[in-house]
């Protein structure tokens, strides 16, 4: 009912280049305003609506909303940046999803350099030649995919490099225990080397701290998001991040 009612909405991320600090492009995440309970996160409705599969009709808002925003942003002049939507794995699953992309690419006449999607590393270590082939459409559609959190799942670096995949993102909890004395840092530094030499690119997530930020520079991490730049904010705010065309 959240959705028919128009309780969600979308928040955006900045990320940067690393190296520049200039924005480089942005995440959706899905916010409920609810009534009464004000804005419920995520974490508490996205795996409801996965286990009830409600997550396909949210996850297909959440593609167009994002689309509508970049074609919007385009339509009034301003230069806009990639977008990332974050894709659940039974929205994976569905055959018709490289149609649907393509048909909502179409609707709002968004080139597909503009969109990013955001594979689970569960979804994408599903051995199939199912997981191949959607992954290859996908990409030969000009989509940039990304795998989220990883390192915390099974990744199999045998799928992976099969995979036409172009960025892996740290997941947070590494990025954040760098401050401490882990082996966070090994890790992190594991990870990186890794991408570079399949020809991925890193984004660190979660990135909080000046310390963390001096540390993923200084290990070659090409791209960072995190509340040490800013939090995910509403559209409308980070339309101000975004320059006029031209600029
Ligand atoms: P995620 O995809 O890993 O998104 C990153 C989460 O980290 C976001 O939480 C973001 O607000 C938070 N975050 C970003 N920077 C920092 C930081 O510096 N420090 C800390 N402590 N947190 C940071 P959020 O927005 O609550 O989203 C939680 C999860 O809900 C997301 O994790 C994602 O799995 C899911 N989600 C959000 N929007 C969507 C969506 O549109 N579709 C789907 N399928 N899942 C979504
Ligand atoms: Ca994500
Ligand atoms: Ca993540």
Redesign the pocket.
């Known amino acids: 009912r959240a959705l028919s009612k128009g309780e969600l909405l979308l928040h955006y991320q900045p990320q940067v280049d690393a190296v520049t600090m200039q924005l480089i492009g942005a995440e959706a995440l899905i916010r409920w305003q609810h009534p009464e309970w004000g804005m419920v996160s995520p974490g508490r409705f996205i795996p409801i609506a996965e286990n009830s599969g409600q997550i396909l009709e949210i996850g297909d808002w959440v593609l167009r909303t994002a689309l509508r925003q970049i074609a919007d942003w385009r339509a009034t002049g301003i230069t806009v940046v990639p977008v990332a939507v974050n894709l659940s794995a039974l929205q994976f699953r569905q055959t018709s999803l490289c149609d649907t992309v393509s048909q909502a690419l179409r609707d709002f006449d968004v080139p597909p350099q503009l969109l990013e999607l955001?594979l689970t590393e569960r979804i994408a270590m599903e051995d199939s030649s199912f997981t191949l082939d959607q992954i290859s459409k996908l990409h030969a559609m000009g989509i940039t995919l990304s795998i989220?959190?990883f390192g915390t799942g099974y990744s199999s670096l045998s799928y992976l490099r099969r995979y036409q995949i172009d960025k892996l993102?740290i997941?947070?909890s590494f990025v954040q225990d760098l401050d401490r004395e882990t082996d966070s840092g090994t890790i992190v530094r594991a990870i990186i080397n890794m991408a570079h030499g399949m020809g991925f690119k890193t984004i660190a997530?979660?990135v909080e701290t000046q310390a963390q930020l001096d540390y993923l520079r200084q290990h070659g991490c090409d791209e960072i998001q995190g509340y040490f730049f800013s939090r995910p904010i509403p559209a409308a705010d980070f339309e101000r991040l975004l320059l006029p065309a031209g600029a």
């Open positions: 955001e989220d959190d993102k997941d947070q997530e979660g």
